[in-house]
C-alpha cells in the first residue's frame, strides 16, 4: 500500500493528526491516495489498467484552505465513481476504454457546488434573492439573528472545551432548550449580539451536559473532539469496524437473477437505471445528481409539508432530476411511493436511520418488493454517524460531524486558536463530498448487481467519510502549505462563529479575486430557458470519458423542489 510520508504530531494540529513531511503536488497525491482508497475497498478493482487509466490534472497547490486534503479526496472518490462506470460501460459492450479523466481545479470547486450559480448574470446571495427561487425555510428567511447563530461553535462552561450547536430545521426548540425563547428577538439587533446571548446561556453548561441535553431531546450537536478523542468514543470505534465503502449482498437464499445493464440509445454508464431519491439537504442530493449525470432517471420525493436547503435548488444538485410532492400521510402518496418502490434499481435514503423503515419503506421492505419482481434492490442509507452505534438513529449534519469527528478541530489549530476550539472548514466539505462517496457505493451495488444478481444495502456517514480525512494514510498538509494556499487566494479569516453559507460565498470570492479558478467556464454547463432564468450556469460533472456520448452530463436543467406532478419512471428503453 502507497503510505503517506507522514509522522504522528501532538503539537501541530493535536491529538491524533499525521503531518506530512514533505509536500506532494495536488495531482500526483491523488494518484498516491487512489491506489490507498482501493486497496481499503472491498470489492474494487485491483486492475492496474484501471487505476492507471485515471488521468489527474490540475495545478499543485489545493485551493482550500487549511491542512485537510479535501481537495485530493474529493478527486480521488471521483476518480473511482469514473472507474465503476467504466466497468459498467465494459459489461454493456459499449467501450474497452480504461481512462477517466479528473480535473483536480474542478474538483477543488466541487465542494462549493451550491454557491457556484450564475442566473442570468447574477451570482452569490442574490441568486437565493431572486422571484423565481421558492422559500422552504422560512424561519432563516425571516433574517432573525438568534436563528442564523443557532448553528455555531460555542465554548462550555468546562476549560477548553467547545460545542457545535444545530439548529437543524426548527432553531426555535434548540434554543427554547438552553433557555432562550422568542421574547428575546426584542433586544437582539445584530448577529454578533446574538452570538454573545448564545454563548452567554451555553457557558452555564459543561459540554457532557449540553450532549446530554441534546441526545435527550432528539437534537442535534456536538463536542468539538479532537481525531483522537472521537477515535477514542464507543462511536467512533463502531464507526471504524466499517470500510468506507460499506455495502453487501442481502438476502443469501435470493435467486435473483444477475441484472445487466441494458443496450439503449443513451450510451452513458447507467442509462436505464431507476433512482427513487429521498432526501433533504446536500448529500444524498448531491449523489442522486452524481447518479444522474451518469444516465440514471432520478425521482426526487420532497414534501412541500417539510422545510429544506434552499441553495440546491438553482444549483447542479438538482441537475438532471425528476423532483415530485408525496404526503407519506396520505394514503394515495404513500401508494405512490410503494409503486416507484416497485420500479425502481436503487434506493438513496437520506433521512434519520429507521425513519423510512418505520413507514414500510426500509431496506427490507424493498428487498421484498424485488424479491417480487425478480429483480435485485440497491438501497443505501446516508446518514451522519454511520449504520450501528449508539448514536446511529440521532440526527446530525455536516457541521456536526466535523466536530465530532475532529476536523473543526483540526481547522481551529490550523488557524492557531486554543486547543479545544474549533473552527469550521471552509465548504460543506463533508456534505459534497459524502455525496460523491454516496454515490461510488451504490455504483458499486450496481457494478455487482449486474455481475453476481441479488440485492444489496449500503451506509454512507458523513461522519465516515471525515474519519476518512484524517487518517494516517491520508495526511495533513504542513503548516507552510496552508501558509501558501493563503498567500495565494487571501481568505478572510474566519472563527468559531462563522456561518457555512455566507463562509462558502467569501470562499469563492477569494479565488475569484485572486485567480482565474471560478473563471473558467469549461468547469460549467449553461441551462438555457430553465425555470429559474433564461441563463443558469452551474458547477457540471467532474468526470470525463474518451468519448463524449459516454461522458457524465445532465439532460435537464436544475428545478425547484416539488416541481414535478407525480409520474412513474419511464418504462421505454
Known sequence: MATAPSTESRDNYGP???????????PEECRRLLKVFAAKTPGFTQDQALLDGVKFEGDDLPCIPGPIKAQAITAVLHAMVGIVGLEMLHLRGETTSKTTYVNTNHAGLYPATPGLVTVDGQTGPAVIALPTVPQWDKDRQSGSPLVYRSTAIYPTADD???FQLHGSLDSWTMLQRIGITRDAEATVRSNDDAYKLIGDRVKTYRARELEQLMLEHGLSGSIVLSP??????????????HPLVNYAKRGDASTLPP??????ADKRPLAGIKVVELARIIAATAAGAALASMGAEVIRVNSS????????????????????????????????????????DVIIQGYRLGSFA??????????????????????????????????????GWQQVADAAVGSSYVMGQAFGCPRGQGVLPSLPISDMSTGILTALTIMCGLRDRAKFGGSYHGHVALAGYNMATLDPDVGLYQHEVVQRIQTKYCFIPWSSDVHVAPLYYNIIKAWDDNSDLVKDDDYYVHFSNSVFGADLRVLAPLIKYSKEETTPRWTSPPVPFCHHEFRSFSHSV
Open 305 to 344: 409539508k417539510l422545510k429544506d436547503y434552499t441553495p440546491a435548488q438553482p444549483s447542479s444538485l438538482m441537475a438532471g432530476k425528476a423532483t415530485i410532492d408525496l404526503d407519506l400521510d396520505d394514503p394515495a402518496d404513500h401508494a405512490r411511493l410503494t409503486q416507484l418502490f416497485e420500479e425502481a
Open 16 to 26: 491524533g493528526t499525521y503531518v506530512d513531511i514533505s509536500f506532494t503536488p495536488v
Open 259 to 264: 441484472t445487466p445493464p441494458p443496450k439503449l
Open 228 to 241: 483522537e478523542s472521537w477515535r477514542r468514543t464507543e462511536m467512533g470505534k463502531s464507526l471504524a469496524r
Open 358 to 395: 418505520r413507514r414500510g419503506f426500509g431496506f427490507e421492505d424493498a428487498q421484498k418488493m424485488a424479491e417480487r419482481r425478480g429483480r435485485g434492490i440497491v438501497y443505501v442509507d446516508e446518514n451522519c454517524y454511520g449504520p450501528d452505534g449508539y448514536y446511529a438513529e440521532r440526527p
Open 160 to 162: 477548553g472545551m467547545w
